[in-house]
Nanobody, 121 residues
Framework: VQLQASGGGLVQAGGSLRLSCAAS????????MGWFRQAPGKEREFVAA????????YYADSVKGRFTISRDNAKNTVYLQMNSLKPEDTAVYYC???????????????WGQGTQVTVSS
């Protein structure tokens, strides 16, 4: 599985962005998809995950109520809608795919290249 993240950019605090992650291959619908982020000098942290069917989602407490993860298995794409952005959301955002994966980076088998999100105050 190859993953290509896009949609990052510069936005003012309170604004919104929508990240996309396009996957290659026919097995996309069998993977849990996750979004992680990494700020300079910090470890990569979990943001959100969605199971293969899309029926269950998981969020970090820091983004709950502001971010929404979704997927379109027909388009092999997972999305992260980010609203009410804060300067502390600034990071490189990565999408990832895993068979039995939820919150931890080692649980994921495939990673995209990352897209920069910068939120100005």
């Amino acid at each position: 599985v190859q993953l290509q993240a896009s949609g990052g950019g510069l936005v003012q605090a309170g604004g919104s962005l929508r990240l996309s992650c396009a996957a290659s291959g026919r097995t996309f619908s069998t993977y849990t998809m996750g979004w992680f982020r990494q700020a300079p000098g910090k470890e990569r942290e979990f943001v959100a995950a969605i199971i293969s069917s899309g029926s269950s989602t998981y969020y970090a407490d820091s983004v709950k109520g502001r971010f929404t993860i979704s997927r379109d298995n027909a388009k092999n794409t997972v999305y992260l809608q980010m609203n009410s952005l804060k300067p502390e959301d600034t990071a490189v955002y990565y999408c990832a795919a895993g068979r039995l994966a939820y919150y931890s980076p080692p649980e994921y088998d495939y990673w995209g290249q990352g897209t920069q999100v910068t939120v100005s105050s």
